[in-house]
């Protein structure tokens, strides 16, 4: 069965620095795309970040040089490196083994859905 566990959200100041965790079970993540999603209050879930099977990343243009998006084989573990975080970017983030390079837009359909996990809830604020 395939599952996705998000981890490492917290409350931080402006400017400070999150990197959050999606522990994967029931697949390899060494040939899968792996999207990161944030939804904030009121408003529609967004793509992020996302890295393709081929390695190729994506990131929303309000995150772009700010957020890195990696994976690591061994632990088979993605990771979204938060840096130089601003009140915006607050929001419940989740992962899942599903995006679509340049299109933050994109959300899964049908059976996918399954793939939407708890989150874990990222807030910046002072």
């Known amino acids: 069965q395939v599952q996705l566990v998000e981890s490492g959200g917290g409350l931080v100041q402006p400017g400070g620095s999150l990197r959050l965790s999606c522990a994967a079970s029931?697949?390899?993540?060494?040939?899968?795309?792996i999207g990161w999603f944030r939804q904030a209050p009121g408003e529609k879930r967004v793509g992020v970040a996302c890295?393709?099977?081929?390695?190729?990343?994506y990131y929303f243009y309000s995150v772009k040089g700010r957020f890195t998006i990696s994976r690591d084989k061994v632990n088979n573990t993605a990771y979204l490196q938060m840096n130089s975080l601003k009140p915006e970017d607050t929001g419940l983030y989740y992962c899942?083994?599903?995006?679509?390079?340049?299109?933050?837009?994109?959300?899964?359909?049908?059976?996918?859905?399954?793939?939407w996990g708890q989150g874990t809830q990222v807030t910046v604020s002072s």
């Open positions: 890295i393709g099977d081929d390695g190729t990343t």
């Open positions: 899942i083994p599903r995006c679509q390079i340049g299109n933050p837009g994109y959300l899964p359909s049908g059976d996918d859905e399954d793939y």
């Open positions: 029931g697949f390899s993540l060494d040939h899968s795309s």
